[in-house]
């Protein structure tokens, strides 16, 4: 198949544009970030510095890739990142428009790549059960509803790509925080530190990404399918946080 | 060459072998807690190992500085292990014990394991569990709230665990949060988009490493009491793996340069369920979990020019090779020996595709038996992953796979401590040679990444740490580390200097063709030699000849590409010159000159029971070989047999 590209351009420190490529002979069994690898080659060919983007695994579980298609963040297919996304689901002589993620709390590195280092802040400020090596007992002492389980699993398999961010009008985090919190504080190994963890990360959130106003973008975005139920528990417990007596907390 | 080497001393401790590790933990020196904030010491790499590792001795009190070329640590390919952990917890009490472990994972690495590394390694596991679930792991329950296991990669016991088909995301997940928790407290600083380009030394021990910030190119020196490498494997090499795309060897083999001898290069594990390449640009080979094997029959048609579609194949013109060869096993025969298999009928003529390279697994079967919805309960996810990457509906025909490179049980040499042949310098994880001898049985990376990381190098690293009490780590206006970063600087001037006429990816991939091809999954001595030669006369061309555009001082792809495919032609000579002096067929090293008749890996204990050590000797010169006897006292030797 033949395609015609609009892909963003930007330079440390320089304002961006919109550079337009042909790719033509493509074959549809290609992953799209395989169709920009060969754009890439011939651009090296050609001398032109090939398109900046970011790709790891390339297997839709480390959340690098990150590209808005045609102004969806990670493209037409629903429940599919970037990287898993194939040349099948377009057709010959289709128009692409390639853009890095829409964020101002992503700011552009080069080209598509962009820094996500805010959602780390957000981790970092409460997203773990405080567990040093060594300290742990027999698993099966603490018994885990399969129910619970199976929750926390569904929000812990967020792979903190940003898409939640970058496909929300608001630049909002909240779907990616909620899963983060709501995946330990589902556990009960996790209630212990429930109401910091929750205050601390939903407040560093708030330092960096905007509010939330129930779009539900996001979760049409996420690669993973990441459930709005997760924002709302947050912010059930986000609302707690302010009002619990932490000194009563061992009591159940 | 003959003779075991005086320069390879694995201390392993003396005594019984249950009770080496518990005895040796008690010998070794202690670092009292006051003083560990006087150390400090350099992780690169946050996958399992390295961020379990960083985390744990952040925790017990050390200086640590963490390291990776993510952007952000939980990026690192560990994520992407799907199967499980193995753990000798016995819980569903089927008569799994430390021992059978240890057994079972000796034997599955066709004896070239030390015995010693995988008895500790066995005992640990049960604790990897613990802290797992401390940590809110959410690993899968039973209804009554107690953990759930399968049967996983042959074993005859249940004692894998797992977090649906994410486990390795799960654990790193949980390693990642230790590892923040460290940040936010202090115990350790992390440094988000560096890489690893020298390893420092000075009078031969290790002292820092230097490194180039992705994004702004800054080159910067980082000193420490001691380095320890935990980057992962070098299965890249063949260009098309089921690695991440920017897994390297890099790190290894910058420190094998300084010094840390490279032991066992020719082991690579090649996964026998992979979906097949497609095109001649395809970037990666996609796993499929092999717990698809626990319900899925592999066949290929019987016809050399079947045409038919696989539903329309009839059952007696079908063979059903693993059942028909493996009795006992059938299609859950280890992970070498079913890729092998697969690669005979492919070669044979008898693909299924349409390029002809893959063959069926088929779970008609299983649908018939168990239902759609069962199956689909089990393996939903890594069905739906199939169709979005082939575009065809395995509930409807069978998936087609094919072997592929997925993990490198060679690595750097390293003693019981896990230190490298550089003092001071250790490797963990993937990056060493430890633990799998020629071949890695299912679900037991990530139990030895993080085995190494929480539970044996935090340990360890205090015995040698104790001996330089009231010594600085070496400035960082040591000639040493101004020489490196002028080493550094002189090869990124080199590559951004050649401007030839193709990019780094077409060399990358044509090293790739000729390891795929001489160094796969069968290996000949003409074909080694072959290899040597050719790879030899690539890289020349590639010197003179790769195209790296751009300049230094900003987010260069291309430029970060170069030095890590330039540091594969290194390794892919050494892994052929390995692969020729090890003239026996031992678990993902087959020798077609070394077979039973009946087609059988073939092993010479009585010659190559050891470990083949590489010891750098400078540019342009030969590696020298030196070996470490294997001694097998408490695992029989024995023909391994899955029939």
Redesign the interface.
Known sequence: MNLTLKVWRQ??GQNGKFQTYEAPGI?E???F??ML??V??RL??D????I?F???????????CNLMIDGKAHGP?K??ATC?L?M?KFSDGDHITIEPWRAASFPI??DL?V???A??AI???G??????????????L?????EA??S??DA??C??CGACVAACPNSAAQLFTSAKVM??NL?P??QAERWKRTENMVETMEAYFGSCTNHGECHEACPKEISLDFIALMNKDYVKSKIKNRKLSGQS | MSGYSDVLDSKVPDGPMAEKWTNHKFNMKLVNPANKRKFEVIVVGTGLAGASAAATMGELGYKVKAFTFHDSPRRAHSIAAQGGINAAKNYQNDGDSVHRLFYDTVKGGDYRSREANVHRLAEVSVNIIDQAAAQGVPFAREYGGLLANRSFGGAQVSRTFYARGQTGQQLLLGAYSALMRQVNEGGVELFNRQEMLELVTKDGEACGIVCRDVITGEISSHTAHAVVLATGGYGNVYYLSTNAMMCNVTAAWRAHRKGAMFANPCYTQIHPTCIPSSDPFQSKLTLMSESLRNDGRIWVPDNFDEVRAAGDIPEAERDYYLERKYPAFGNLVPRDVASRNAKTVVDAGKGVGPLKNGVYLDFADAIARDGEDTVRAKYGNLFDMYERITGENPYKQPMRIYPATHYTMGGLWVDYHLMTTVPGCYAIGEANFSDHGANRLGASALMQGLADGYFVLPYTIGDQLAGKLGSDPVPADDPVFKDAIADVNDRTNKWLSVNGTKSVDHYHRELGKLVWDYIGMERNKNGLEKAISEITSLEEEFEKNVRVLGSADTLNQSLEKVGRVSDFFGLAKLKARDALVREESAGGHFREEHQTDEGEAQRDDENFSHVTAWDWNGEGEAQTEHREELVFNEVPLTQRSYK
């Open positions: 330079e440390p074959s069994d290609m992953s970030l395989e690898d060969v890439n080659e090296i060919e001398g032109t510095p090939p900046v970011e790709s790891d695994c390339r297997e839709g579980i480390c959340g690098t297919e429940a599919t898993q194939h099948r590195i080069r790549a820094d996500r280092s959602l780390d981790q970092e400020a997203g773990y059960i405080t567990a040093p090596t060594g300290s742990a007992s027999d698993a099966n603490t018994p885990v509803p399969k389980a199976d926390a699993m812990a398999a792979i903190g995946h330990m556990l190994q996790g």
